[in-house]
């Protein structure tokens, strides 16, 4: 079975500092990967996924992830907060069983961005 | 374009009572999913829906949920006899193909409160 850890339910940065958040997965195939973003009484937005190919992957806002298999991991960075940025985040791993993009989620970092 | 659209953004009922939630996704996508929000357990998923195919129910947690998506478009969840542990915002997400690499494209949501 698929599942995703997601290291630190709270995050706390200064507005320009550097942001990461760490996510780890286990598959028993290779993954797809996806990191989510979820304001306040919002639904979830996708930040940016991993499917095939490159391993450093670029999404919306400034944000990126790289894929590190030998790790399992697929940290999310960027390099100078905003507080706008101030959301959870999710980081989802794709279980292909069916064929089909059933996405198992980790429990979420709520990021907070302090001026 | 419009997103998916779900209704009623918010619910409050009384526990034994049943309950619907709708969503309304992207024109033109043919995947379904509901997803389960919730303090304690997190992002689970609950069902999927792929054009005419049976649906995928294996994350319904009783016998108490259904869910049925009319026409390959509207869907919706049924929840008999709610239980305070029902309470959770309930997410609807859809995407133009059973491929994993399709983004899911998620509404904002239907808390539900079951007193």
């Known amino acids: 079975a698929q599942s995703v850890t997601q290291l630190g339910s709270h995050v706390s940065v200064s507005e320009g500092a550097l942001v990461l958040l760490r996510c780890n997965y286990s598959?028993?195939?290779?993954?797809?990967l996806f990191w989510y973003v979820q304001y306040p009484n919002q639904g979830l937005q996708l930040l940016l996924k991993y499917t095939t190919g490159a391993t450093l992957v670029k999404g919306i806002n400034g944000f990126e992830a790289e894929f590190k298999k030998s790790e399992t991991s697929f940290h999310l960075t960027k390099p100078s907060a905003h507080m706008s940025d101030a959301a959870e985040y999710f980081c989802a791993v794709s279980d292909g069983s069916g064929g089909y993009n059933k996405l198992i989620f980790g429990a979420g970092t709520r990021l907070a961005v302090h001026p | 374009g419009a997103g998916v659209s779900q209704s009623p953004s918010n619910k409050v009922t009384e526990k034994g009572k049943d309950v619907e939630l709708r969503c309304d996704p992207i024109?033109?996508?043919?995947?379904l999913y509901w997803y389960r929000q919730s303090l304690g357990q997190g992002l689970e998923f609950l069902i999927y829906?792929?054009?005419?195919?049976?649906?995928?129910k294996s994350g319904l947690p009783s016998d108490r949920f259904s869910a049925e998506r009319t026409g390959g478009s509207v869907s919706t969840l049924t929840i008999q006899r709610t239980q305070q542990e029902d309470s959770a915002v309930y997410l609807c997400a859809s995407s133009l193909a059973r491929d994993s690499s399709y983004e899911q494209y998620f509404g904002p949501g239907t808390r539900l409160t079951v007193t």
């Open positions: 598959s028993s195939v290779p993954p797809y």
């Open positions: 829906f792929q054009g005419n195919s049976a649906p995928d």
């Open positions: 024109s033109g996508h043919t995947a």
